[in-house]
């Protein structure tokens, strides 16, 4: 990783006049041998940490954009602590007084969301645009009369907005150490109960869980590391950490458990590489340059993620989309057998037959090369040879791959029939897009199913009528 | 309102600032109805935030604050952020508001970077220029103090340019949301009857996230970036508190706005001093906000039909109502027993059906009021109506007893809380109905005679 962080800082230095310096100071941060560098990677790391493993059960619970109004909802709450502190004599910039206010005031924002939802019809989305608006409204309106006063100097709260991520002092990084570990303990100590109230609610109160307790608890972890990373990173930083690891997270794995370690470890080397980065540029804003880095990691794991990503999606669908083509050869071959064959269909008889693309073309809707490629992808498969007087036979394992095939479709036409009263002449198409679906349990249960209704199934001819050898499909 | 206006100096200075809120609040208003009831207030939210870069980029190429440019830019990144957040939705299978929050997340981390980099790198004017009109503070709470500051003349009247701006912007808005009402409505509501009746619900979506996109940085300027989301969605939301009609709707949430911009620079200019920061002035964008939330919760407690308050009114008229009809049966089972009820004897009586002291007290004292029960030496009495109405709902309870008797074949001594309960729902053509479905019953599962239809 470190030549990736060459390249990017590279890019962003002023000018080769300056290269011998600036390796001198990349090697000095990169060793972190700077107090300063240091304060910062640790806190932001677990602030990311922290944000990745808490924003995972938000993702969860559709609430990503919950920690967005919360963190709005927190200005009016910094400027009337301030202003309180200040009438009341003090700096007005004790940090233990503002962080109060940040979370009473987010509190009260989120305790709106809920009694708008509750008491109303405007639903969630609505509801949480209004609490962060007007909440940020109020704040920005205590924030110009502060602003005006004489008695206290206002310069700094606005870092809690965009925060000042580059001077970030040594206690900062230590309240977030705390946070991060507190909200790890209680991640870990409240998995299951978390992860029941996450998937599904309903279930959780039935089976006794506190769920009303265990919301207080898991928003009241939100509301603890935003009040503790808004100063340190900033607003918009604090939103894109809750929410941009555990979405890239959820690329990589189906499992909770994973994705929670995932996401605390996305959020953590976004937080680490985006520091350092920042700390190499030191003009850029360090939380707009932590968000990139995350931004970065979730477009590569949108696109490479190993379980819901792009490139495997379309590399499973490319997949059945050959299996399909292929079936419907096997299956296009077998009919046409049976139409000349006018005895039952063994594997001999269907390795007798030579087919040519000629034949196949009109038994089902192919367009242009679709045949041509199923055919190669056969041939390929080792279930057709080519015939010395042109066109292909099938082999032994294609005609039983044939058989099978049709089996398996007739099986899924008949069940239809029986089960599902849809009429005969309907049944192709549907069975058409379910039987390639269908694995082995499944089509034993289907035998078992049908076998009661009808014993004679083992020729398993069509239960409709079939075109002839030369008719159109 | 002249004698407020003359506390303090309202100046043109004034009209202008209000005027211009007004027109954002209208031109946001009329496009965040849409977003309210399609549910995605948030995507005013995303776009606000996302347009940043938009701004800065379009900076950049024009080196000016060109309006037109800005405004194409804003148009393009407000539609990307649009299209990001519906591909990573649809393509990732992420959920909507996260995408949502990634995308705007990102693309306002490379906005504020491009505007960092813009006031460093540009050339002095330039670089003073984005100081003015993108440094953070302003993407915030915007500069509406300052509308008068950039005076354009057009069509020979000189007024602010943010004036002339906001208006073609509103006129724009009013003219394609006029145009396309119907389209905009059917999608609004029903996406999949819109693309069977021929209208891309789709193509209806990018267009509205366009206009916002368009409108947000319109607004931008004059009222800083979360602001705008005030004045896109709180006048829509307390609009559909109001009405279910999408006309008034759209209508009442302009009222708002204006109502917000007017209020919210007069409380600017006045409330400080309130509270004891004198010969101060707070943020009219804030205020805007503020007091678009106050308009919100009005209208949250307020709002006629579905107001906090009126459904705390219904319940109890409903309590009240229930504890005077249990009133007039129990009296009317005691005259059939052959005695009569002391205030007190029915109060515990009523009491003991659920009802609240409170309800039984105003419930009996209706009854008296309208002479439906009278006094009578310590014991109370139907009257004449009192008794009519009462054989209505004794009639009514035992109707039901049969009926849940017969066709629910609950044993006789559960009928009586169901039907106790469906009495007072029961109107004489159902009750009616009912007697018909039950073959005209005499007598209810308890051998207890129904009282026969008066009315026949």
């Known amino acids: ?473 | 309102m002249s004698e407020l206006l003359s506390m303090v100096q309202w100046q043109t200075l004034d009209t202008w600032i209000v005027v211009v809120g007004a027109l954002c609040g209208m031109s946001c208003a009329l496009l965040g109805t849409f977003l309210v009831l399609r549910r995605m207030s948030m995507m005013g939210d995303a776009i606000s935030h996302a347009v940043l870069p938009g701004l800065a980029i379009a900076f950049l190429v024009a080196g000016s604050r060109g309006s037109l440019v800005m405004l194409v830019g804003a148009g393009v990144v407000g539609l990307l952020t649009a299209v990001f957040t519906q591909w990573i939705h649809r393509a990732g299978r992420v959920d909507e508001g996260a995408s949502m929050g990634v995308v705007f997340t990102v693309l306002f981390a490379i906005g504020l970077i491009l505007i960092v980099h813009v006031a460093e790198h540009g050339s002095d004017e330039l670089g003073r220029a984005a100081g003015v009109d993108l440094d953070p503070r302003c993407v915030l709470q915007g500069a509406l103090e300052m509308v008068h500051l950039y005076p354009v003349t057009l069509f020979g009247v000189s007024a602010p340019r943010a004036f002339w701006i906001t208006a073609a912007v509103f006129i724009a808005n009013v003219a394609i949301v006029a145009l396309l009402y119907k389209e905009l409505k059917i999608s609004a509501f029903d996406p999949a009857l819109a693309t069977s009746l021929g209208i891309s619900a789709d193509w209806m979506h990018y267009l509205l996230m366009t206009l916002v996109a368009i409108t947000t940085v319109v607004a931008f300027e004059s009222v800083g970036s979360i602001l705008v989301i005030a004045m896109l969605i709180v006048p829509a939301a307390a609009a559909h508190l109001l009405t279910d009609r999408l006309g008034s709707m759209l209508g009442l949430a302009m009222i708002i706005a204006v109502i917000a911009a007017v209020t919210g620079h007069w409380s600017a200019i006045n409330v400080p001093s309130w509270v004891g920061f004198d010969g101060q002035s707070a943020s009219t964008a804030g205020m805007i906000a503020v007091v678009s939330g106050l308009v919100f919760s009005l209208a949250l407690l307020l709002a006629p039909r579905r107001g906090i308050v009126s459904q705390i009114l219904n319940r109890l008229a409903l309590s009240v109502r229930v504890a005077r009809e249990d009133a007039l049966g129990l009296l009317l089972r005691a005259e059939e027993r052959g005695g009569t009820l002391t205030p007190t004897e029915l109060r515990g009586a009523v009491r003991a059906t659920g009802a609240g002291s409170g309800a039984v007290s105003w419930a009996l004292h209706q009854l008296q009021r309208q002479q439906l029960v009278r006094h009578d030496s310590g014991r109370l009495q139907l009257t004449v109506a009192g008794k009519a109405r009462a054989t209505e709902l004794l009639r009514s309870h035992r109707l039901w007893e049969t009926y849940v008797e017969e066709h629910f074949h609950l044993p006789t001594d559960h009928v009586h809380g169901p039907a106790e309960r469906l009495e007072h729902v029961t109107d004489p053509a159902l009750r009616e109905r009912l007697a018909d479905t039950l073959a005209n019953p005499t007598h209810d599962p308890h051998g207890r005679p129904i009282p026969p239809n008066d009315a026949t």
């Open chain 1, 1 to 473: 990783m470190p030549s990736s962080v060459a390249d990017t800082g590279d890019r962003m230095s002023t000018g080769v006049t300056h290269a011998s310096r600036f390796v001198d100071e990349l090697l000095h941060v990169l060793t972190l041998q700077d107090y300063n560098t240091n304060v910062v990677v640790v806190g932001v790391s677990a602030l990311g940490l922290a944000c990745g493993l808490i924003g995972s059960f938000l993702l969860l619970r559709k609430r990503a954009l919950l920690g967005d109004a919360i963190s709005h909802a927190m200005l009016p709450g910094i400027a009337g602590a301030f202003m309180v502190m200040s009438a009341l004599g003090g700096s007005g910039k004790s940090l233990v007084g503002l962080l109060i206010g940040a979370a009473i005031s987010g509190a009260a924002g989120l305790a709106c969301i809920l009694l708008i939802r509750h008491f109303s019809r405007i639903k969630e989305d609505a509801a949480l645009g209004i609490i962060l608006s007007v909440f940020f409204g109020l704040g920005v309106v205590l924030l110009t009369l502060i602003q005006q006063m004489r008695t206290a100097s206002a310069a700094g709260l606005e870092s809690f907005i965009y925060g000042k991520t580059a001077s970030m002092l040594a206690s900062d990084a230590i309240a977030i150490l705390i946070a991060a570990v507190v909200i790890s303990i209680a991640c870990l100590v409240l998995f299951k109960e978390f992860t029941v109230l996450s998937f599904d609610q309903a279930y959780a109160q039935s089976q006794g869980f506190p769920v009303h307790g265990l919301d207080i608890v898991m928003t009241a972890l939100v509301i603890a590391v935003m009040v503790i990373g808004l100063q340190a990173v900033g607003l918009i930083l604090m939103i894109a950490m809750l929410v941009i690891p555990p979405a890239a997270a959820r690329f990589w794995t189906d499992r909770l458990h994973r994705m929670l370690f995932c996401a605390g470890a996305i959020g953590l080397l976004s937080g680490l590489f985006g520091a350092l980065i920042s700390t190499l540029t030191p003009r850029m804003p360090a939380g707009a340059v932590i968000v990139l880095v995350a931004g970065a990691i979730f477009f590569v794991s949108m696109v490479f993620g190993t379980a819901r990503g792009v490139v495997r999606r379309v590399v499973e669908h490319v997949g059945l989309a050959r299996k399909v083509a292929l079936q419907h050869l096997l299956r296009a071959m077998y009919e046409l057998r049976e139409a000349q064959a006018d005895c039952e269909v063994t594997p001999t008889v269907l390795q007798e037959g030579r087919f040519s693309a000629d034949a196949l073309q009109p038994r089902r809707a192919w367009n242009g090369g679709e045949l041509q490629q199923a055919i190669r992808l056969a041939r390929r498969a080792g279930y057709l040879t080519p015939d010395s007087r042109g066109g292909v036979r099938l082999t032994e394992s294609g005609a039983n791959a044939a058989i099978h095939v049709v089996r398996n479709h007739r099986l899924w036409e008949i069940f239809l029939i029986t089960h599902a009263d849809i009429a005969p002449s309907h049944v192709d198409r549907d069975a058409d897009m379910v039987e390639h679906v269908l694995d082995p349990a499944m089509i034993a249960e289907l035998e078992a199913v049908l076998a009661k209704t009808d014993p004679a199934l083992a020729t398993l001819a069509s239960p409709h009528h079939l075109p002839s050898a030369g008719g159109a499909g």
